[in-house]
């Protein structure tokens, strides 16, 4: 019995570490699998741009917890040694940590996707200061922005910035000669291509879809959000 409390436990930590304890790790690759399949269909899909894509991504974990936990108590016990049971539990949960791992650390080239923060003032309405918010980094794989689109690119190594396509003044093109015009939804307060002109095209890092977080001033704490940007 206290084997199966034990792999209980870490079922409901870690989807498929109680199985592995207990001795299935075919079944604890299972539970991973359909974790790591969903995350490639809402990735090919671009649902994971959407919000019906990230809830059903974060509710996904506690059912597979869940799910996994009553697997291990329904599935008949082992006689595996502590020491052999130690061994699947390590190595399951340093496949599981590698794999998550990577997939965050590669996200903008695994995924698509990308996460970035609103330092300045210069988006509002549209976007403020705090908000945290998602990029599509392969929109721009197989065409160029188009006006209205708004763009995150890159103005210095470590130093994104959020900003609106435009048409050049005097055209109906927001492209000329490889570059972006781009301005800011609040001018007033936006250091944009009036100021520093056109963007390479090789410096945009992708097109920004939704709202994720947002700074809540009067209150003083972030808020979960989750809407689309236009």
């Not at 671009?46 to 697997?71: D, K, Q």
């Not at 052999?84 to 340093?94: A, C, K, P, T, Y």
């Not at 470590?158 to 048409?167: E, G, S, Y």
């Not at 809540?216 to 979960?224: K, L, N, T």
Request: hydrophobic residues 45%; contains cysteine.
């Amino acid at each position: 019995m206290p084997h199966r409390l034990i792999g209980l436990s870490l079922n409901l930590l870690l989807p498929g570490a109680g199985l592995a304890y207990l001795g299935s790790v075919k079944g604890a690759l299972a539970f991973q699998a359909v974790f790591y399949l969903l995350l490639a269909f809402l990735t090919l899909t671009r649902l994971i741009l959407h919000p019906i894509g990230l809830i059903t991504l974060i509710c996904t974990v506690p059912l597979l917890c869940l799910g996994s936990a009553w697997y291990g108590l329904a599935s008949s016990p082992s006689t595996l040694k502590m020491r052999e049971r130690l061994i699947r539990l390590l190595g399951f949960s340093l496949l599981s940590i590698l794999s998550l791992g990577l997939g965050l650390a590669n996200k903008q080239s695994l995924l698509g996707i990308q996460v970035y923060f609103v330092p300045s003032p210069s988006m509002t309405p549209t976007l403020n200061p705090g908000d945290f918010i998602l990029v599509d980094t392969w929109a721009y794989s197989t065409h160029p922005p188009v006006t209205g689109d708004i763009v995150v690119f890159q103005q210095a190594d470590d130093f994104a910035v959020v900003k609106r396509c435009a048409n050049w003044p005097g055209t109906n093109s927001g492209i000329q000669d490889n570059r972006l015009y781009v301005l800011g939804d609040n001018p007033r307060l936006s250091m944009d291509s009036r100021r520093i002109g056109g963007i390479d095209l090789g410096k945009i890092n992708g097109k920004v879809r939704l709202k994720l977080v947002t700074w809540q001033p009067e209150s003083q704490h972030w808020q979960w959000k989750m809407v689309g940007v236009h």
